[in-house]
């Protein structure tokens, strides 16, 4: 199907949509769904948290409350309509239930047991269906998602702040602050799009962090949920009392043997298998990928970062630089005793810019 710009300018606002859930949906895509009937928007709608309604049950929703029939009207969905029956019946059968005459998807669904069971449904109703409309566009929604589909492994977007000179903290450990309000403000950005965060026990008990999202304007929203907190302990330093086990959330305590002390309610203690005497990192993410978390934020120390970027594990590295140099003696971003040039780890500059006084440079692991 050869589409028009007007199709694109629907899907477009189908996108808008979308994003209005970016970090409420969690464990679910993000997807939104506008019908649109003789040139008009009758109905719009988006997935905000789970277990509530999806897009296009919402969208076919408000075009109803607004006296619209949908009967022949076409469905731009971000996302494949659902074929089964989870927490939500099927949105395929909800938009043949509407009379819907045209669907437009932007992707197919990238889960490889469902892809194309959605639009089957839709056809064998008589429905035209066409996908692919702003593929690219589309995709950026939901690149965790998309990920634990397809390899059954999260995304892990790493964060780390650093100076000039490439610097984390000084030799004593001191880290406060290295970058500005601006900076630290992007990062509760970042905390508030994770299903979950990821930090070691060395940090917890240098740092006592809380690792929680404090801004007002996520928890203002009653559908934010704070992200899953998950501290990797393999030798049992961390003491029950930890400022990050004591916020609202759930957290997980990971160790490669099970811990006899008693911590507080929130926290899960998981134990996963070892690697040489520590946690091994991708079993703890298909962990996390088995309970449904699509994106990981890692905040780490520098041995942490090595290890998650010497087994080729971070996604996407966001390194917020400030101007200062911490000097020769001061950590490193990571511990990665390389001796050659080959054995340098690639990435490429995705973005950059300006955060306050500090840069915000985003980096994409190059394969």
Request: charged share 20%; proline share 5%; net charge negative.
């Amino acid at each position: 199907m050869n589409f028009n710009a007007d199709d694109s300018r629907y899907m477009a606002r189908a996108i808008q949509l979308a994003r209005r859930g970016w970090f409420t949906t969690r464990t679910n895509p993000r997807v939104g769904c506008l019908l649109v009937k003789d040139h008009t928007v009758i109905g719009q709608g988006w997935h905000e948290k789970p277990g509530l309604p999806h897009a296009e049950v919402n969208a076919i929703f408000d075009a109803e409350q607004l006296g619209h029939d949908t009967t022949g009207a076409t469905a731009y969905v971000t996302l494949e309509p659902c074929s089964h029956h989870g927490k939500t019946p099927p949105c395929a059968e909800g938009l043949v239930n509407a009379g819907v005459s045209k669907v437009i998807c932007g992707m197919t669904d990238p889960n490889p047991r469902v892809s194309g069971r959605g639009i089957t449904i839709l056809q064998d109703a008589g429905i035209e269906v066409a996908s692919g409309l702003m593929e690219q566009e589309v995709k950026a929604l939901n690149p965790g998602f998309i990920k634990r589909m397809t390899s059954a492994l999260p995304r892990v977007v790493a964060k780390t702040a650093v100076s000039l000179d490439g610097r984390t903290a000084m030799a004593s450990g001191e880290s406060q602050w290295i970058t500005g309000p601006q900076a630290r403000q992007q990062v509760q950005q970042l905390r508030a799009a994770a299903g979950a965060i990821i930090t070691g026990a060395g940090t917890v008990v240098a740092d006592n962090p809380s690792l929680n999202v404090r801004d007002k304007t996520f928890l203002q929203d009653h559908y934010f949920e704070q992200p899953l907190r998950v501290v990797i302990d393999s030798q049992q330093q961390v003491a029950t009392s930890a400022q990050i086990f004591a916020n609202e959330g759930e957290c997980w305590l990971v160790g490669i043997q099970s811990n006899q002390s008693q911590y507080p309610s929130n926290v899960r203690q998981k134990t996963i298998a070892a690697k040489a005497g520590r946690v091994d990192l991708e079993a703890l993410l298909q962990a996390l990928a088995d309970d449904g978390v699509n994106d990981v934020l890692l905040e780490a120390g520098g041995e942490l970062l090595g290890a998650f970027l010497q087994h080729n594990l971070v996604d996407e590295l966001v390194v917020f630089m400030a101007p200062k140099l911490l000097g020769s003696h001061a950590k490193p971003l990571a511990q990665l005793p390389f001796e050659a040039m080959s054995q340098a780890i690639n990435f490429e500059l995705k973005d950059v810019r300006q955060v306050g006084q500090d840069l915000k440079l985003t980096y994409n692991r190059v394969d």
